[in-house]
Every structure is written in C-alpha cells, then in structure tokens.
C-alpha cells in the first residue's frame, strides 16, 4: 500500500527522493545545456530550414556535438567511417597499391595524419579572412590577431597534393565525403545519448560541401536526402566482396586493436566486425559473428545511452587532438612544429617525456611493462608535425611549395607567421 499522502512518507526516505529527483533536474539541465544554447543562437535557421548557412556557421554548429555533447561517439563515427570505405575495391585497390596499410609505422603514421588533417578543417578557421567560430575564438582570445589561420587550408591542400598521386575517381570521392557528412548522423541515434538535429544535420552537409568544394569533388548533392539515396546506391552497386578490402580493413583493424591489452586483442576486433553493417562485413570479407555478440552489443549500447543522458552528468570533454593556440616561434630560428594534445594509437609527433616520466617509461621498458613502440622519439618524429609535411615518410620533403600555393589560392591571402615556410628542401 502507498502512503496516504506524502507527509506519511518517512522524511529520511522522502528527502533522499527529494535529493534524487534534484539530481536527475541537474543531469537533465546541465545535458541539455550546449545544446539548447546552440539552437537559441540559430533560432533563425531552426525557425527558417532554407535560409542560407555559411560554411563558418556550419562549422561551429558542428562542434556542439563533436567537442561537446558527443565527441567520443562523432570521433569514432568517422573512424569507421573511413574503414568503411575499404569495403569499395577500387578505394582498396588503391590503398593496398600504395602500402601504407598493409605494416608498420605507415599504418599508424596514415591513421594519425589523417585524424591531424580532419581536426584541423573540423576546428581551424575555414572561412579565410572571415570571422572564426566561437569555440576558435574562445580557445585564442589571448593571442594578438594579427594574420589568419590558414592551417584548414594548409591541411586540405596536402591532402589533395597527396591525392594526387592516386587514380582516385570523383565518385569515390564523393562516396568518402558522403559518409563523413552521414555516418556521424547514424552513430548519434545509435550510439549516443541525443541524435542531432535537423539543424545540425543540414550543417554537416554544408559544411563538408565547403571541404568537398575545396577539394575539387564535383556533383555533391544539395541535400541530406538526396545525398543519403546517391551513396546508398552507389554502395549497392560498388560495394562488393575483394581481397584487398580484406587486407586493408584487417590491417586497419589490427592497429586499432593494438591500444588494448594482448590478451584482449581478438575479442576486440570482434566487436569492431559486430559494429559493421552486414553489406560492409561481406564486402570485406570478415567472418559473421554469433547472434550473442550483436545482441551483447546493442543492450550495451543502449544501457550507455540511458545512463549518460539520464543519470551521469556531462563529462569534461576531452581536447580536440589539434591545438587551436599558435605554437611560440623556436629559439634557433627553426619552424615552428606543433605536438597533438593526445596520442591515437603510437606516439606520433608527442615530444619525447622529461623527468619523472621519462624514468618511469624507460623502466617499464626495460622490465617489458612497457614496449619501445609506445614510447615517443625520433622514430615517432618527437619534433613534432608540420601541416605541409604529412603523409608517407618518402614525401615528407616534397610538394611544399605547391601546397603552400594552394593553400594561398583557398584562402585568398598569403601564409604569413608561424605558418609559413621560410625555406623548403624539395626533393
């Protein structure tokens, strides 16, 4: 029997009730909080779906969701949105022809260089000379505004130089792009705690329209919808079984398995083949899991999606892999180099450790707590990254004159300050 009224409630009982229903108001205000901001500050577009969106406001509403409410989701959604394109065989074909896929460090190097590329555009200025996002603007009020940031322009410059070497079509360009914009989109209703919004949708379309257009890619469709029938249908014809999108996509798996213990590793890669859609998993020729595994996954799937949007309050979100604040100038007059704020899966560009640190990893190596290969140094390139310089070891001296061209031509102004390159060794 229920009490009578809530004065018969013993008041140890009622107040803990009190408490815990103060807290889930808490959870649920503080959740929704970024969100509710974004689409207070949009109100225009929200109101008006067809009112024009500049690639500048495209970007900062994105960053609701990949810095803020759903960074681990979003980041892991174009993860696999990049190994899902192995599933294509003339992408794969391609991959497997240019071993960078297929061993060590180059998979590593190609998976870090890429993460460093995509966050760059994702949190760079985008607009040239135009106003930068608020997120931006907030991360380098401190610094005097003297030129703009061309690094969005100098990172996707490289990135068509490198391209460029590859007999890459326009279609599986567009196929690339198009699940940049719509995997996330996916992942958000499956894996995180809100799905986005029509609003922020509509801006992964226009902002990665923007990244396309930069990249040369031709016949982008003008909607979500119409892009979502152009892809499927373009994996309903392409998407088909190959040996090399076996190859690539078990190497990339392999690396991704390696931040986990040894003993873990197969198990792990497992449950990366049960996150495949079933088109993907027979196109890459991966074994079928037991029905067990898909349903482990989606209950637990669907406890994380409970329990953080209704019980856990927001995490601190973890800092972007790209420092927004521009590096301080070297003392020997050296180009100025950049350190991701964390490693992905090998200490790629992560300056060598000082002190304590330092002892404790070179301990832990030498007893086998620790292997070499997670220790950062000269193999890793501990100096730190260059824009221009990415990609295979062998074009690490060559094409900076170009992209820096390139680069200038996106932007509109010349590269000037810590950006630019005072002197290029070409090979």
Known sequence: MFPASWSAV??????????????LLLVRLTRWRVYNRLHRRYARLVRNPKAPMTATEAQDITHASTVWDLGAVQANALSFAIVRTY????????????????????????????????????????SGTGPPTELYASETKTEPKTEPDPRAFIGIARMNWLHAHYPISNDDYLYT???????????????????????????????????????????IPATVEELTVWSEEYEKQHMVPAETNREVAQGMMTELSSVVPRFARGMFQRVLICIFDERTRVAMQLPEQPAWMH???????????FT???????????????????????????????????RVTKPWYMPRSTGLRSVLECAMAAVGMKSKDEVPG??????????????????????????????????????????????????
């Open 177 to 219: 792009l198009s699940l940049f914009i719509l995997e996330p989109v996916r992942w958000a209703k499956k894996y995180g705690w809100r799905p986005l919004s029509p609003l922020e949708v509509r801006a992964r379309l226009v902002f990665y329209t923007r990244i396309g257009e930069l990249m040369g890619i031709r016949g």
């Open 87 to 126: 599933a294509i065989p003339s992408i794969s074909k391609v991959l497997c022809s240019s071993r960078e896929l297929k061993a060590e460090p180059s998979v590593s190097k190609r998976y870090i260089d890429t993460a460093i590329i995509v966050g760059t555009w994702s949190l760079c200025p985008i």
């Open 378 to 427: 000269l193999k890793y390139g501990e100096e730190g990254y260059r824009l221009e310089e990415l990609g295979p070891m062998r074009w690490k001296d060559a094409g900076h004159t170009e992209v820096m061209k390139m680069a200038e031509e996106m932007m509109g102004c010349p590269v000037r300050g810590a950006w630019a390159r005072s002197s290029t060794v070409e090979k």
């Open 308 to 342: 953080q949007g209704h019980i856990l309050p927001p995490w601190i979100p973890r800092k972007p892999i790209v420092p927004m604040k521009t590096p301080s100038p070297p003392a020997d007059d050296s180009l100025a180099r950049m350190h991701p704020a964390w």
């Open 10 to 23: 013993p008041s140890g009982v009622s107040a803990g009730a009190s408490l815990a229903l103060a807290y």
């Open 295 to 305: 349903a482990l996954i989606h209950v637990a799937a669907s406890f994380f999606k």
